[in-house]
């Protein structure tokens, strides 16, 4: 460790800890999609809201839930179940809709529950294997290990093509 990463703190005469300042903590939102924990980062996070009533669009994809009305916006639905293709759980008490900002569009993402916040070590973080569960490696960015258990990590900006993502932007009127 260079000196410029660390500093040796001290009281007094005492020297009682050294703070290594290389390390970098990612602040994330873990929720759960058919039994499995997933996390985005709290920065692309909108806003996370209670499972309204969602209105379809016709002939949409398979994926694409609907729409909901999000205080005056409309605002497009997609099912990370269904686009990832791990089955579908009802919504329940527990169903939420993670409303994010994709290349400018509001978009929102059905999961099973929200869990937590948690700020997680970038040293925990692997490099994604080629299957987890059914889902593609390219729309993950890693799998963070933690106490026991693993965090699957999304990747956004690559659930959706751009082509999906301005599609979807054109059905939410403001």
């Known amino acids: 460790m260079s000196e410029n990463n660390k500093t040796l703190m001290t009281a007094g005469k005492e020297s009682f800890s050294v703070v290594d300042r290389t390390k970098e903590m990612l602040q994330l939102v873990s929720f759960s999609l058919a039994d499995e924990d997933f996390g ?22 398979d994926f694409v839930e609907g729409i909901i009305n999000l205080r005056g916006r409309v605002v497009p639905v997609i099912s990370l179940q269904k686009r990832f293709g791990i089955g579908r759980q009802e919504a329940n008490n527990e169903s939420r809709i993670i409303v994010f900002d994709l290349q400018g569009k509001t978009i929102g993402f059905t999961v099973d529950s929200v869990k937590e916040v948690i700020r997680v070590d970038t040293s925990v973080i692997e490099p994604p294997p080629a299957f987890i569960g059914g889902i593609q490696r390219e729309y993950l960015s890693g799998v963070a290990k933690l106490d026991g258990r693993l965090l699957i990590l999304l990747d ?18 403001k």
């Open 40 to 61: 985005v980062p709290i920065l692309k996070v909108q806003e996370i809201n209670r499972f309204p009533e969602i209105t379809r669009i016709p002939k949409a994809p």
């Open 156 to 173: 956004l900006d690559k659930v959706l093509s751009d082509t999906e993502v301005e599609e979807l932007g054109d059905t939410a009127v």
